[in-house]
């Protein structure tokens, strides 16, 4: 577990005591994820925390969550009950009902009440409740959009994908910017399907569906609808050939490198995106009954046992300011929370298209996150691959997974009632 944790501590001795304004002193621990532009607006949220709590000590760690945040949710758990556990986490949606079902973090609803939030979207602290009361606050977030390479569209004549623009049209367009070579080879590929439950989710959710039902309490996988679009990704994969197979590595990397067209991500590619020099945009998901997507956000939460409370939501009330906001959202992080902080000069110059973001927001869905995600994100991907793969039909795996998902419920209910 250590060999996942960076280990960086922020001491009050840098900071100068003209500055002081408490004589409080204690110890914070401050858990929390993300590249290098999460990490240097954290640090320096710190230091701004430090110049008002000299005395305070706020250790950091950093976990790379590389296996994804059903792993994360297992070391988090190793930390509690081994008594390791941070004072304030900084973790992700589909964290959220696995932490508060354990009853892991407090109820934060009077400190927002009081807080200074008005300029978050309410839609944001909707998707932070579990039975009734706010555990989290969310911070940055990231809906999946279709980011593009405009110089490809160009070259081969198209024009900017439409707001509405259907799964029809976004298939031919695939079809149009995958080139072969004499022997038939991709050279260039038009999309790659999303290898990840987040990324994939958009295409459910814009055919008015999703593997698990609405209220994350059951399988949904016996929809048609599931079926039906598990079909049309395969078909982009196998039978129009525009996509690799999902799973193989440094896809990110081809399409800055000019070598895909079209991927599903969030704002998390546009540091990468820039440092290639890759003259891309966004657009809306590709709709089959709507343009819905999909919305994933951080969020910070205090430990039940954290031994000073009020002092750590001191510290998350400077990680959710507007300059650690501005910072996160200039430095090509996620979306800032605050959205005075993503109207800023250096927010909205790149992507060309991107007041897209907020714009998207009121369409966005929550990626579905029941307190047993970690079980329904590795039953999902497992046959989902597994289809891509052709090593199960559709229908079997279908079956499958439905059968998984239906057991993992029952289990996680009987946990959390």
């Known amino acids: 577990m250590k060999k996942l944790l960076a280990a960086l501590l922020l001491t009050a001795g840098l900071v100068s005591p003209a500055l002081a304004q408490s004589d409080e002193a204690g110890k914070l621990r401050l858990m929390t994820f993300g590249g290098e532009a999460q990490l240097k607006s954290t640090q320096d949220a710190v230091t701004r925390f430090n110049a008002k709590y000299p005395n305070v000590e706020v250790e950091i760690g950093v976990d790379a969550v590389g296996g994804g945040w059903g792993d994360f949710v297992s070391r988090v758990l190793q930390q509690y009950n081994a008594g ?22 407090i109820p934060l609803d009077d400190y927002i009440a009081t807080g200074d939030f008005s300029d978050f979207d309410a839609k944001l602290f909707d998707l932070t409740k579990y039975k009734g009361k706010t555990y989290f606050i969310p911070s940055t977030w990231n809906n999946i959009m279709t980011n593009y390479n405009r110089a490809l569209f160009a070259e081969a004549g198209i024009p900017a994908p439409s707001k509405t623009w259907t799964w029809d049209e976004f298939a031919a367009i695939a079809e149009k910017l995958t080139k072969r070579d004499a022997n038939g080879n991709v050279t260039q590929f038009g999309y790659e399907v999303p290898a990840f439950f987040f990324g994939l989710m958009p295409w459910f959710l814009s055919n008015g569906t999703s593997p698990v039902t609405a209220d994350w309490s059951a ?35 081809q399409f800055f490198a000019g070598q895909i067209a079209m991927i599903s991500r969030g704002h998390w590619i546009v540091q990468n995106a820039i440092a290639s020099k890759l003259d891309m945009d966004i657009a809306t998901q590709p709709g089959k009954v709507s343009n819905d997507t999909v919305i994933g956000f951080g969020a910070y939460g205090i430990s039940s046992k954290a031994q000073n409370p009020e002092l750590a939501k001191a510290l998350v009330t400077e990680l959710l300011s507007y300059e650690t906001q501005v910072a996160e959202g200039d430095l090509g992080g996620a979306v800032p929370g605050r959205k005075s902080a993503a109207e800023t000069e250096n927010f909205l110059k790149f992507p060309p298209s991107a007041p897209l973001y907020y714009e998207t927001l009121p369409t966005t869905h929550a990626v579905p996150s029941p307190a047993n995600f970690q079980e329904v994100d590795q039953i999902f991907m497992r046959y989902f691959n597994a289809i891509m793969t052709d090593e199960m039909t559709i229908p079997d795996a279908v079956a499958k997974a439905d059968q998984e998902l239906t057991r993992s419920f029952e289990r996680i209910k009987r946990v959390t009632q």
């Open 84 to 105: 390791e556990q941070y004072d304030v986490y900084h973790t992700a949606v589909e964290t959220l009902q696995s932490f508060a079902a354990r009853d892991l973090f």
């Open 219 to 253: 399988s949904n996988m016996t929809d048609p609808k599931v079926a039906e679009t598990l079909q049309f990704l395969y078909d982009l994969i196998h039978v129009k050939k525009v996509s690799p197979v999902p799973g193989q590595e440094g896809v990110e990397n």
